[in-house]
């Protein structure tokens, strides 16, 4: 074979793993734009590499897309960024292949944004060996191999991981049933649309909370508690105004979508996601609003919106 098509064969077996480097990267770093980054990083240093003596080319890209999300991870500006509070990780659109494996209950777990903003308070090891763990299934032994830690140090992370994991989320977790999320996300709409207060109070459970990233507009999330302050924040957020049309830049119409495998709302303008508001729900009831409007943490999800089908929008003229 003359070098073009090894060149040609060997770029073949990567591409062959992009999507599963990508996911591997997004629940690594929570945001799709840097697991982009990391795994074209990870091309160029395959393309450099002596590739006659990588043995096993999925571990070895493995080991080397996880090392470098790993020295993101640590590094001083990320830190800074993210404890100063005005990070949440990027919504994505269920169907994306960045998504990745969603075959068990761990695995969709995973990437949910609950579990994304709650392993910001892991350690870059220990995030690193939860996501191999409980999102692709490697052992104790190969997490060792690609994370250069011994077994033993792995099964303590994990254990830790979970526990803090766990810990953060007292009565969460378990499978929602799909009619009954739409159901209370239509309910939750169409109550904060038309300013109604109590409908709204009786959605939430007495511990919810709502966040929202103030549209990029402000250096810090937006946190509000009790099911009052919320619906009020809702009603005033949610009611369609003049002024509000003005400041999207037209009529929006807002759709019922599955962001991160939670019910979402998308406030759409022509084929432009200008919003995500994504709801998590236990026991019929709404736990966690989250509320994303920053540009910059929208840009795929409008590419995924724009090849999707959509169904009638809940509201057609927002």
Request: charged content about 25%; proline content about 4%.
């Amino acid at each position: 074979m003359d070098s073009t098509a090894t060149d040609r064969f060997d770029t073949g077996r990567f591409e062959a793993s992009r999507n599963r480097l990508a996911s591997l990267a997004y629940r690594l770093l929570g945001s799709a734009a840097d697991a982009e980054d990391a795994v074209q990083d990870a091309f160029l240093q395959w393309q450099t590499a002596d590739r006659q003596r990588i043995k096993v080319p999925e571990a070895w890209l493995t080991k080397v897309v996880t090392n470098l999300c790993l020295d993101r991870l640590r590094s001083a500006q990320v830190r800074r960024e993210r404890t100063a509070g005005a990070w949440l990780p990027e919504p994505l659109l269920d169907g994306d292949a960045m998504l990745g494996p969603a075959d068990s209950y761990e695995q969709r777990e995973s990437v949910s944004l609950a579990v994304l903003t709650l392993m910001e308070r892991l350690s870059p090891v220990e995030r690193a060996v939860y996501v191999l763990r409980e999102a692709f299934s490697y052992t104790h032994a190969e997490i060792a191999e690609i994370t250069e830690i011994t077994e033993s140090a792995s099964q303590q992370h994990l254990h830790r991981a979970r526990r803090r994991i766990t810990a953060s989320r007292p009565g969460r977790g378990g499978e929602v049933d799909p009619a009954s999320a739409r159901r209370v996300v239509e309910e939750f709409l169409i109550a904060a649309s038309s300013g109604r207060t109590e409908p709204l109070v009786a959605l939430l459970t007495d511990d919810a909370t709502a966040i929202s990233d103030g549209a990029g507009l402000t250096d810090t999330l937006l946190r509000y508690e009790t099911p009052q302050r919320i619906a009020a924040i809702a009603r005033a957020g949610f009611t369609p105004t003049a002024a509000k049309r003005r400041f999207a830049g037209g009529t929006l119409a807002a759709h019922y979508a599955l962001v991160n495998g939670a019910a979402a709302v998308l406030f759409v303008l022509g084929h432009q996601v200008v919003g995500a508001v994504t709801f998590d729900l236990t026991g019929g009831k709404i736990t966690t609003v989250r509320g994303i409007a920053a540009p910059t943490r929208l840009v795929r999800l409008t590419e995924a919106w724009r090849q999707h089908e959509p169904d009638a929008p809940l509201i057609a003229r927002w």
